[in-house]
């Protein structure tokens, strides 16, 4: 499995951006795509995820009602559409895949497969 993150930039406080991440595998039934994000100094952190056929989402707390994270099964591609960004979304956001729902925490640790990461910086 391999995924390709894409869709940083810099923006102004209240910008929308949309990351994208692009997912080669024989098949993506059964997956389960999350975002992260590290911040300088920081750990990496969950901000969503969803089972490939849409039937849990989750968010963190801290995005829930800017972000979303919409997807298109027929180019095997989720997105992280970020409204209203504000100067701590900065990060280096990831885009990784698991197998199966997890009920526990989503951390980085249950998930087995990442992208190479994406830099988004929000300018105050």
């Known amino acids: 499995v391999q995924l390709q993150a894409s869709g940083g930039g810099l923006v102004q406080a209240g910008d929308s951006l949309r990351l994208s991440c692009a997912i080669s595998a024989s098949t993506l039934s059964n997956s389960v795509m999350g975002w992260f994000r590290q911040a300088p100094g920081k750990e990496r952190e969950f901000i969503a995820a969803?089972?490939?056929?849409?039937?849990?989402?989750s968010y963190a707390d801290s995005v829930k009602g800017r972000f979303t994270i919409p997807r298109d099964n027929a180019k095997n591609t989720v997105y992280l559409q970020m409204n209203s960004l504000k100067p701590e979304d900065t990060a280096v956001y990831y885009c990784?895949?698991?197998?199966?729902?997890?009920?526990?925490?989503?951390?980085?640790?249950?998930?087995?497969?990442w992208g190479q990461g994406t830099l988004v910086t929000v300018s105050s």
């Open positions: 969803t089972r490939w056929n849409g039937a849990r989402i």
């Open positions: 990784a895949l698991r197998w199966g729902w997890y009920a526990g925490t989503l951390t980085p640790g249950v998930f087995g497969s």
